[in-house]
């Protein structure tokens, strides 16, 4: 720049501070943190407000007053600044514009630059750092859009600038590539602060407040949510979605399609970042945006290029933030920007046959990705890029696997949606798809009906094929599904005929159906009651599934032990069985996952920690509804009625009751109707109406239930014969389980007899079956008769330590193991809720006032107030608020 040259003023105007800037005081805070460094450094892509945030903040820190500053010098760069003499010229230039007061200010440096002969640039800044000491009060110098300086001489001035800064002066650089200074050791020194696009990109609530307050559109939190995961919180995108919704109607399906293939978004992103690029970089972006994520060894095994390092290119792209993520601390892995993927996607397909002055074969690409994926076990991988060269034989050479198919190793969906999308013919030409894709169908729980014409289609196509290993293979998978089909439909007679015809088709080698088959078969077992069989079938599942890496197997059968275990009273093997299938299902967990969530449910329920109970019962009916074709939602729903029952929420239960049943009857389920009624029973007990639980207890047709039910309502003789026959049966099948609910309804009903000798010796019995599970609700849940027959046990010594443990959970507190009424005098107490209504009582409310301040149905309210006069032992409210103040219950 020679001296005549005049000095272009616009190069230092802070741009203004704009009336829709969005306050970012998270940001602000770290630019104030960052004055007590030599060095910030603002660096991210194009787009994501760099030049906005920091012109708002300067202009802040000129209105306020900010510590010391004097002043904020500004410099925009542009790519004539790549001459040193220019660039420092400037540079002075600006540090004279906030040091009018210093009237030879620079003077000395700039003639310097411009003697006939200058001096080195080190002396010429060793002369302008020895003029800034002398300047009273702090400057802030921000150089906007440093990525346009190339020449490394300014690099290294600045470098020597910033080694030998004065304290008074702060540098802020804004920069879409990370500048070649000392970046590291200012780092190690504790000299810089930086802020990168992961700061920069908007929150969720600056989103909000940007469509709602600056863009002035009225959209959903759910639709916000969806254009910030979309844009990533890229200030540009948001900024150009907004612009491109304008005036729309459609606004929801718009979002639902915004890509980088927009063409707000093309051109912007073309015109700013693509074509800026050399056209080695830019066939390197084209050619590895088929892929979702980016190594170097990948990069270079897809574009077979010897001449192209893709790992420096990788970095070279980090440096310059050109819309590139580090998936990892080692800078291993990389994925590009989700937008910036979908130009450039958009990109290659538009202009396959010709990019950047190279030809491009996208199937070549794929088959390149899907091999070096192969090679290097990454087989979902590798399948998807086999299906998107359209190569068949080899997707389904990956798909079947070594002897492990990927819909068995958790990649059920990748498969069915390649499947899908093949026609008839061409799986009517390879009949072993239509069996695939029954099988895929299958393990994904979808409705029968669908899965049983793919079976039909299949059998036809195998018909025309010649009889050979492989066709007798193929003709025992498609019994093998059929047996798993047999089992939500209850048809155990089917699932046994089924899988020994599939076993005796099936090649031997094909263990991941063989070992399915097995499982099948172990069902079938355990819901006959042949529990030894079932445990042995189950047990040689699971071992031979884990082998061969079968995870869908291996949740199926581990979860059927974890039952097994539980009916037998092995509580705590049961949740070491049902832990293995959290653990095998992953996270997030895959929806087979649902039934060991029910089982630990049913568990912690029984070990009266409701809260735990309740959690894996919410989360087992949230993974069952993923799942189609399956009951598990309704019983999960039936334990959670259970436990809301338990906690005194009497309309919850009802409410959730009902749901289950119909469910149950809308997805035909009939074989589950009687858990519904037997859970009816239940509640028409606590309600006290003892005839309904009779009706809903034959309906049920379990002994357990019936006999519940008869002895609630005082026919003592019929209860004990439907306990003594059902026992009688259970014992013979050594259903553990069954004998356990006999023999504690049993001793109820000997204590209600009077033969309290026998009562006793009885419930000693279960209690020795018990106390190694840990067992409680299956003692609570037969209510006071319950709580009174445990107080005499334990006054008589019998296993003390545990029958205390029982009346704690019923609320009975124990003092030198005796019942203490002077520490709770009630056998059994109010629970929460009865003690808010008998607060409500002594205030005076009538049961409907008490019914809508508490937002109850008014028969809950008088269920709760004939608990409070049964175990107040009164008849009356007069009567009830005496007795509680005599309690001090009030």
């Not at 010391?68 to 410099?75: F, M, R, S, T």
């Not at 919410?618 to 338990?646: H, V, Y």
């Not at 034959?698 to 019936?706: A, C, I, M, R, T």
Request: glycine letters at 6%; aromatic letters at 6%; a negative charge.
């Amino acid at each position: 720049m020679h001296k005549s040259e005049h000095i272009l003023s616009t190069k230092f105007y802070i741009p203004p501070a704009r009336p829709e800037f969005i306050l970012r005081p998270r940001l602000i805070e770290q630019l104030n943190n960052g004055l007590h460094h030599r060095l910030t450094l603002v660096s991210a892509p194009v787009g994501f407000g760099k030049t906005t945030l920091v012109s708002e903040w300067v202009n802040r820190l000129r209105l306020e007053d900010t510590g010391n500053v004097q002043g904020v010098a500004w410099l925009s760069l542009d790519e004539n600044d790549n001459e040193p003499v220019r660039f420092l010229t400037y540079f002075i230039h600006a540090l004279k514009q906030v040091c009018a007061k210093n009237v030879d200010m620079g003077k000395s440096p700039l003639a310097m630059l411009h003697s006939p002969q200058p001096p080195s640039l080190e002396n010429v800044l060793t002369s302008l750092i020895n003029e800034l000491v002398e300047v009273s009060g702090e400057i802030v110098f921000v150089l906007d859009d440093y990525h346009v300086i190339e020449t490394p001489a300014i690099d290294d001035a600045l470098g020597f600038l910033l080694d030998h800064l004065p304290s008074n002066l702060h540098l802020v650089i804004t920069s879409r590539a990370d500048p070649s200074l000392p970046l590291p050791r200012l780092r190690a020194r504790g000299q810089v602060v930086e802020l990168r696009s992961a700061d920069l990109r908007f929150t969720f609530e600056e989103t909000v407040e940007f469509f709602h307050h600056i863009s002035g559109l009225e959209l959903s939190s759910t639709e916000i949510a969806a254009l910030e995961n979309r844009t990533e919180g890229w200030i540009a995108g948001l900024k150009l979605a907004a612009l491109s919704m304008q005036g729309r109607e459609d606004i929801s399906r718009f979002i639902e399609t915004f890509t980088g293939s927009h063409r707000y978004i093309v051109d912007y992103l073309v015109e700013e970042v693509l074509l800026r690029q050399t056209e080695v970089i830019q066939y390197f972006l084209l050619c590895t945006s088929i892929l979702d994520r980016l190594c170097g060894p990948l990069c270079d095994a897809v574009l077979q290029n010897p001449s192209v390092s893709s790992q420096e290119t990788l970095e070279y792209l980090e440096q310059t933030n050109l819309f590139l993520v580090p998936l990892d601390n080692e800078r291993h892995w990389y994925r590009y920007h989700h937008l910036f993927a979908d130009l450039l996607r958009h990109r290659l397909q538009r202009d396959v046959s010709h990019s950047a002055g190279k030809d491009v074969d996208l199937t070549a690409l794929h088959i390149r990705a899907s091999q070096w994926y192969e090679e290097n076990d990454m087989a979902v991988e590798a399948f998807q890029h086999a299906t998107l060269a359209n190569d068949i034989e080899r997707a389904e050479r990956i798909m079947d696997g070594d002897g492990m198919p990927l819909q068995y190793r958790g990649a059920a969906l990748p498969v069915m949606q390649w499947l899908e999308s093949l026609p008839a013919e061409m799986k009517n030409a390879r009949p072993s798809l239509w069996v695939a894709q029954a099988s895929v169908l299958t393990m994904a729980g979808k409705p029968v009906d669908g899965i049983e014409e793919i079976l039909n289609a299949a059998e036809t196509a195998l018909q025309d094929a010649q009889p050979n290993e492989t066709v007798r293979n193929h003709i025992g998978h498609v019994a093998a599904i059929r047996a798993m089909l047999a089992i939500p439909k209850n048809q155990i007679e089917a699932v046994i005929e089924e899988s020994r015809r599939a076993l005796e088709y099936l090649h031997p080698e094909n263990l991941s159906v063989r070992t399915t088959t097995a499982w099948t078969l172990g069902f079938a077992y355990q819901t006959k009651g042949e529990r030894a069989a079932a445990v042995e079938a189950h047990t040689k599942a699971l071992e031979i599934s884990k082998a061969s890496g079968n995870t869908m197997i291996s949740i199926a059968a581990a979860t059927s032990l974890g039952q097994l275990n539980e009916a037998d009273t092995r509580l705590y093997q049961a949740v070491e069985n049902y832990r293995d299938v959290l653990q095998l299902a992953g996270e997030p967990s895959l929806p087979a996952a649902c039934e060991a969530h029910l089982g630990l449910a049913r568990i912690y329920y029984e070990w009266d920690d409701l809260d735990t109970a309740r959690k894996h019962g919410e989360l087992g009916l949230q993974l069952a509804q993923q799942l189609e074709n399956i009951d598990t939602p309704a019983r999960c729903e039936l334990l959670l009625a259970r436990l809301k029952l338990a906690q005194g929420d009497a309309d919850g239960a009802i409410e959730t009751i009902t749901h289950a049943e119909q469910f149950l009857l809308q997805n035909s389920f009939p074989h589950r109707m009687p858990q519904v009624e037997a859970e009816k029973a239940v509640l028409s007990i606590h309600f006290g109406d003892f005839s309904q639980a009779v009706e809903q207890a034959k309906k049920s047709g379990l002994p357990v239930v019936q006999a519940r039910a008869a002895l609630v309502s005082g026919n003592l003789s019929e209860a004990w014969d439907v306990l003594a026959s059902h026992r009688q049966m259970v014992e013979a099948n050594d259903w553990k389980d069954e004998t356990l609910k006999a023999m504690i309804l049993q001793s109820l009903v000997l204590h209600a007899q009077g033969e309290n000798e026998q009562a006793m010796g009885l419930l000693e019995k279960a209690l020795s079956l018990t106390e190694p599970g840990g067992y409680i609700h299956s003692f609570v849940d037969e209510g006071d008769a319950m709580a009174r027959l445990l107080t005499e046990a334990n006054a008589q010594g019998v296993k003390p330590e545990y029958t205390g443990k029982l009346l704690n959970a019923f609320g009975v507190r124990l003092l030198n193991g005796m019942v203490s009424s002077a520490v709770q005098p009630l056998i059994t107490p109010l629970s929460q809720r009865e003690q808010e209504i008998l607060a409500l009582i002594a205030g005076g409310l009538k049961n409907k006032e008490i019914a809508d301040q508490m937002v109850i149905s008014l028969n809950t309210v008088l269920y709760h107030t004939k608990n409070i006069y049964s175990k107040l032992g009164v008849n009356k409210r007069t009567q009830a608020i005496l007795k509680a103040q005599e309690l001090n219950l009030l």
